[in-house]
């Protein structure tokens, strides 16, 4: 039991990062700047949700992007 809770929490993570690789490439068409300016996958993610499709917003959502 103990190790299929470990190889579910593998798999799930593998799918988190395999999901935020897409954004980043699916995004990147629409901000290629946007990768380069934010590392960490949380932050991305809430910064695309966040912005949407403007992204001349990026510099004042920055404040509620790292709370």
Not at 13 to 20: G, H, Q, R, S
Not at 33 to 47: H, M, P, R, Y
Request: with cysteine.
């Amino acid at each position: 039991m103990i190790v299929q809770a470990i190889s579910l929490l593998d798999d799930v993570d593998k799918e988190l990062n395999n999901y935020v690789m897409r954004a980043r490439e699916w995004y990147g068409w629409h901000f290629p700047e946007l990768g380069k300016i934010i590392t960490d996958n949380l932050a991305f993610v809430k910064a695309v949700k966040l912005m949407g499709n403007e992204p001349f917003l990026f510099l004042g959502c920055l404040s509620q992007i790292f709370r």
